[in-house]
């Protein structure tokens, strides 16, 4: 039975977006992904706290011949990271994966002028479903709107504030008054 899978914790380049594309690093990566899965390949799948999205696909990591294929396209700078509390399987390999992408600006990151997918998505849509953004490396959690706090290899997405939970702790970001 085949099922649609949407890649966890990471984000490609989008090739059709409310009829927008971003380019020659959409198609790279498509083409890409094709050549890693041909069609018929056998993978493996790893699903995480949530199963399904709201769109009933599938959540998952997937594996080919002993790789991580989410993985593979952090590294060659096809995608970044795109975690999505609770769903933490494989966050900090990912993640470093990703800093290493950015840090030596390989693939889309070389080019400076293009949009982070899931920005590229908001600034079309114009909002986020997100509602607040942590730091995987210091557990810290923002209001989506301070995201620059956060390096984007470095981001969780909190879309429930329920999702919140160790090693993850809400910072209080408005000023509280000094005194009795």
Known sequence: M?????MLSIDTPETHFLGASQGRWAE????????LLPE????EIQTDEQPFDAYGRVLAHVLSGGRLINQQLLEEGLAITYIVAPNLRHAQELSE????SFTERRG??????LLLPYEFRWSMRGQSSAKLVGSLSKGEVFALSERE??????????FDVRDVKEPFFRMATERRPRGG
């Open 28 to 35: 790279a990566a498509s083409a890409r992904l094709a050549e």
């Open 97 to 100: 994966a990703a800093r290493r």
């Open 149 to 158: 706090r956060v390096p984007c290899w470095d981001r969780v997405f909190f």
């Open 2 to 6: 085949n099922h649609p899978i949407r």
């Open 40 to 43: 018929g390949a056998e993978v």
């Open 108 to 113: 889309m990151f070389s080019d400076t002028s």
